[in-house]
């Protein structure tokens, strides 16, 4: 199965840099499972900060009440792409 992300974010909040850093973390953590990580500004909703998978919803900014910390987001990733997958250090308490 082909594994496409989207990180749809507010250009107004300067958000960017934020969701190319989230991009990459997760092109580096997922690198045989994900095939593609779009970057998507939304000019239309200000405030905008969602990732989803294939259309599936990982992470909404204002449902969730803020950002990911970045172990949060990799497990929710992992957990819909490949949840056998080892994180290594992120899976220790």
Not at 3 to 32: D, H, K, N, V
Not at 50 to 64: A, P, S
């Amino acid at each position: 199965m082909e594994y496409q992300i989207t990180i749809e974010y507010c250009p107004g909040c300067r958000w960017l840099l934020r969701s190319g850093w989230m991009a990459q973390e997760l092109l580096s953590t997922f690198e045989q499972e994900i095939d593609e990580v779009t970057l998507k500004p939304n000019k239309k909703v200000s405030g905008t900060f969602k990732i989803t998978c294939n259309q599936d919803l990982i992470w909404c900014r204002k449902i969730e009440g803020g950002f990911p910390d970045i172990k949060e987001l990799k497990k929710r990733v992992r957990d819909f792409i490949n949840p056998d997958k080892k994180l290594g250090h992120l899976d220790r308490s």
